[in-house]
């Protein structure tokens, strides 16, 4: 594959103007400039994204009714054209050599199907923190290759940081049912059927601010998601009980440990033994612990 190939760059956006256009422009900006940029706009009640896409001939606005982070982006891919796809938040921003290093490894690591890396925060004034988000330097071979038993329960993908090959989403979609950690579920899903590879230096930048409305400070809501997580893994016909088990045990524990940091009391104790020999049932009732 020529390392020219169309880039889609979907931005999904929901009532929040602040960002967009930045966003937008951190991909204009880009070294690397056959790209098309797709804004989802999900169903905003407010009237700002066509107008500010009108401003950039290879930005094309589409509006749908709302339906979640999980709608706009299988809607984003549906309507892409592109032979590779990446995902963008209107509040978060690349960095210019991105697309052009992730495409050139892509083209080249003909067995790899995402290309991820770290990120650098940024404060609500684009201003960094300092703070890096990625692996640790004796982690970093963990997040390539087949990284799916190192992944599960435990980390995904930072959502400005992937590069994806356009046949992943053949079989790997996002959940349009889960409205609050649908990330997670569908980064270990696509862990499960592709090789990817990570690249150590920030490719993306990752606005962390106070917003009450970031869905990643919701934790209370992601309580219960490995149960769903489970259950889709169902559905992609897994069989292999071994396998099965494996991965039940790991989404309980780390559902129980989510449970037991969302807040509220008291804390569920299970012990190691029940775990190890049922977890089939724990991780299939992980919302019904509390109660």
Not at 257 to 283: D, E, H, M, Q
Request: glycine share 6%; net charge positive; with cysteine.
């Amino acid at each position: 594959m020529e390392n020219n190939a169309l880039v889609s760059v979907v931005i999904t956006t929901y009532n929040r103007a602040t960002y967009l256009e930045s966003a937008i422009q951190s991909v204009v900006q880009q070294t690397y400039k056959n790209i098309e940029i797709i804004v989802v706009d999900d169903g905003s009640t407010i009237d700002y994204a066509a107008a500010i896409c009108s401003k950039y001939p290879q930005c094309t606005y589409h509006f749908k009714k709302n339906g979640g982070l999980s709608s706009s982006r299988n809607y984003g891919v549906s309507v892409s054209k592109g032979a590779f796809i990446a995902f963008l938040d209107d509040d978060d921003l690349f960095l210019p050599n991105k697309i052009a290093l992730q495409v050139a490894l892509l083209t080249t690591k003909l067995n790899i199907d995402c290309v991820h890396s770290s990120a650098m925060i940024i404060d609500a004034n684009d201003v960094p923190t300092g703070e890096i988000i990625g692996a640790s330097a004796l982690k970093e071979h963990k997040r390539t290759g087949n990284v799916f038993w190192n992944a599960l329960g435990v980390w995904v993908i930072k959502s400005p940081t992937p590069l994806f090959r356009r046949e992943v989403f053949s079989d790997i979609t996002f959940d349009e049912t889960i409205l609050v950690g649908e990330d997670v579920d569908f980064y270990q899903r696509m862990f499960y059927r592709h090789k990817v590879f990570y690249v150590k230096e920030p490719l993306a930048l990752y606005r962390e601010d106070d917003d009450p409305n970031r869905l990643s400070k919701k934790t209370a809501q992601y309580v219960g998601l490995e149960t769903k997580i489970y259950s889709n893994f169902i559905k992609m016909g897994i069989k292999n009980p071994f396998t099965l088990y494996k991965i039940a045990l790991r989404l309980a524990q780390a559902g129980i440990s989510r449970l037991n940091t969302a807040g509220g009391a008291p804390i569920v104790t299970i012990s190691k033994w029940k775990l190890f020999l049922n977890p089939f049932y724990y991780v299939k009732n992980l919302n019904n612990l509390k109660k």
